[in-house]
C-alpha cells in the first residue's frame, strides 16, 4: 500500500492569512502517462468531504481561487492564500495511483 | 439533480449484519465506479471498496475481507453496502462516493449513514 503522510496535525489559522498542509507519500504518485494521481478534500464539520484539487494540482469545479496546490513525486502541499471562516474543517489528501488510500487529515481551525 | 442520496442512520448490536443503500440520480448510474469510505469517531477517511455498476465486479480492501459485500440494483440505480460481523470499532459514518476516472478523484459524495455499534 502507498501511505501518505499529512502535516500538521492541526493548524491554527487568522482569517486573511496564508496557510499551507504538507502531504508526503511513501512512493512516487507519477503515473506513466504523466499525470499525478494525488486529490484534496475538505470536510467541513457535519458535512460530507468535498474535493478541492485533482490531478495534483487542478482545482475542481466551483472551488475559490485562493486554493491552490503544488508538488511533483512524493511531496504534495494545499496551499490557501488567505483564509476565510468557511476554510474549517479537516483537510485530506488520497492518492489513486494504487489501492486508494487517504491521508490522516489535517484539522484547520480559527 | 446529480446526487447521491444514502439510507438513514442504523444502530446495531455487535455481531449483526448492517446494509446501507446509496442512490444515484441525474447521472448515468452504469458508467461511474461508486466506493465506500468510513470515518470512525477522532479518525480519518478509510477506503473501503468499491464496485463498478457497469459489470458488477467488485474490489474491496483486504480489512474488511469476508465481511463487506457490495451489490447493486441497477433497475434502481442503487448500490449497497453490507458490513457483518459488527464490532464496536465499525461505528462511523459510512460514506458513498462516486468516482471521477478523468481525475482520478471522488468527485461527488453522498450525505453520509451513521452506523452505530451498541450492545
Known amino acids: 500500500d502507498i501511505f501518505l503522510t499529512q502535516s500538521p496535525l492541526s493548524l491554527p489559522v487568522t482569517p486573511g492569512a496564508p496557510a499551507s498542509i504538507s502531504c508526503k507519500s511513501s512512493q512516487s504518485l507519477l503515473h506513466t502517462n504523466g499525470f499525478t494521481y494525488l486529490s484534496w478534500y475538505l470536510q467541513r464539520p457535519g458535512k460530507s468531504p468535498q474535493l478541492l484539487i485533482y490531478l495534483g494540482s487542478r482545482r475542481a469545479s466551483g472551488v475559490p481561487d485562493r486554493f491552490s496546490a503544488s508538488g511533483t513525486g512524493t511531496d504534495f502541499t494545499l496551499r490557501i492564500s488567505r483564509v476565510e471562516a468557511e476554510d474549517v474543517g479537516v483537510y485530506y489528501c488520497m492518492q489513486a495511483l494504487q489501492t486508494l488510500t487517504f491521508g490522516g487529515g489535517t484539522k484547520v481551525e480559527i | 439533480q446529480v446526487q447521491l442520496v444514502q439510507s438513514g442512520a442504523e444502530v446495531q448490536r455487535p455481531g449483526a449484519s448492517v446494509k446501507i443503500s446509496c442512490k444515484a440520480s441525474?447521472?448515468?448510474?452504469?458508467?461511474?465506479?461508486i466506493h465506500w469510505v468510513r470515518r470512525a469517531p477522532g479518525q480519518g477517511l478509510e477506503w473501503m471498496g468499491w464496485i463498478n455498476p457497469g459489470n458488477g465486479n467488485t474490489k474491496s480492501s483486504p480489512k474488511f475481507q469476508g465481511r463487506l459485500t457490495i451489490s447493486k440494483d441497477t433497475s434502481a440505480n442503487t448500490v449497497y453496502m453490507a458490513l457483518s460481523g459488527l464490532r464496536s470499532d465499525d461505528t462511523a459514518i459510512y460514506y458513498c462516493?462516486?468516482?471521477?476516472?478523468?481525475?482520478?478523484?471522488?468527485?461527488?459524495w453522498g450525505q453520509g449513514s451513521q452506523v452505530t455499534v451498541s450492545a
Open positions: 462516493a462516486r468516482f471521477w476516472a478523468a481525475g482520478e478523484a471522488f468527485d461527488l
Open positions: 441525474g447521472f448515468s448510474f452504469t458508467s461511474h465506479p
